[in-house]
């Protein structure tokens, strides 16, 4: 078996991260296709500078009599829907197994392992979906989509997306149409010319918000042109579940990493803000605002954070990490303060004025750095920490634990190997897991959140 040979492989499985993979040699041979176990696959053996073997260009010669379970008419490469071939039961078992197995690997005494909870919709569940314009293949049109499993540079089109709803699919095909209407150029990132870079579709309660990136590498009149027609065309679809767009924007960003921000927003029509309830609570929520992207099933999420906090309502909580405030403005019925420390100011006033909005008074949040900002504060009694999938990082768990050993720590984890990482360090410091659960948000692909609580023991270090 050497590097570029075509060999055929049976799938045994997949890891947490979404990865195929079939065994050869007793080695694990990853697969750069969507597949399922049993499953053939034949492609191009290639060898990494980790000593990991992989098989390109794949394709699938032998189903195993297993039905794509999303898309019946084709088959999704873009790296999103993983799991496409399997049931949902069989989904929510691998992905228990998989995050079980690396708690296990991290986790030094007995824990409780809770039942997974399921999400409440299959399909159509995201409200923000992050397209991207490219070419689906080298010097190839341009075109609108997502990125191909395993590529920074392919892009492929994903017209009839299962994981968003209807409206999303008929927003997305317009732009999409105009778009090539006017043959405009994308934006290329090695060469830095071009002008289409991102689309953002964002939904809440009944109204939608749609925002075009570019950069401003364009003749002025036709760029006039292109946005009066996007928006006039967008404004007379006939969206379904009643559904408006509220408003469209149009950002400009002529930076050179390959990231939906701002140098300057222009709204085109409407507001920039949309509106989204959690357990009757209103979240005005901002073009860049991070929200939980499974809207029916986030409650379930909040609902074991309030289950892992308990009935002591008399207990000062720290929210770090804490966005625009959903979780801290949550969980406020339940305790006598919550502070929240966010490093996105605008994502902080968002907070504040959500508070407002919400008539929460026990809420304070706070703009700056959490690993910065901490030295300064009361004692809380509790923690709860939802940080990015970067995870709390060596520097800020320490900082934690020297300066508010609290009781115990609810730890919200949308990573599950930093979040392995994270956990180790705090058990050094004398903090035992008591209980993890699972919460699928995202059904179809790989992702999955998970809440831990942490209670301490005695200090170590």
Known sequence: MKKGDIISIKIEGINERGKSYGIIDNNRVFVNINAAKDQIVEGRLNKTRKKRYELNDC?????????????????????????????????????????????????KYEYEFQEPIQSVEKQGYRNKMEFSFGNEYLDGPTILGLHKQNSFHDIVNVSGCKLMDANFNMIYNKIDEISKKFGLNFYHRLKHVGYLRNLVI????????????????????????????????????????????????????????????????????????????????????SPYSFFQTNKKTVEKLYSKVIEYIGQKKDRVVFDLFSGTGTIGQIVSKNCKKVIGIEIVEEAVEKAKSNCVLNNIQNCEFIAGDVFSRLENLEIPDLLILDPPRGGVGEKTVKKIVEFYPTDEIIYVSCNPRTLCTDLKQFQEYGYTVKKACIVDMFPFTNHVETVVLMSKVAYSA
Request: glycine share 6%.
């Open 59 to 107: 394709k699938i010669i032998d189903y195993a009599n297993r039905k794509n379970q999303i898309y019946q008419e084709l088959e999704r490469q873009c790296g999103g829907c993983n799991f496409q071939y399997y049931t949902y039961e069989e989904q929510l078992y691998l992905k228990k197994e998989n995050i079980k197995r690396l708690l296990d690997q991290c986790i």
């Open 202 to 285: 964002r939904k809440g309660e009944n109204d939608i918000l749609v925002n075009l990136v570019t950069t401003s590498d364009i003749d002025r009149k036709i760029e006039k042109d292109y946005l009066e027609e996007l928006k006039k065309e967008l404004l007379i679809l006939p969206l379904k579940y009643g559904y408006k767009i509220t408003g469209i924007l149009h950002t400009l960003n002529d930076g050179l990493q390959d990231m939906v921000v701002s140098e300057k927003e222009n709204i085109l029509y409407g507001k920039r803000d949309i509106c989204e309830e959690v357990f009757d609570l209103k979240f005005e929520i």
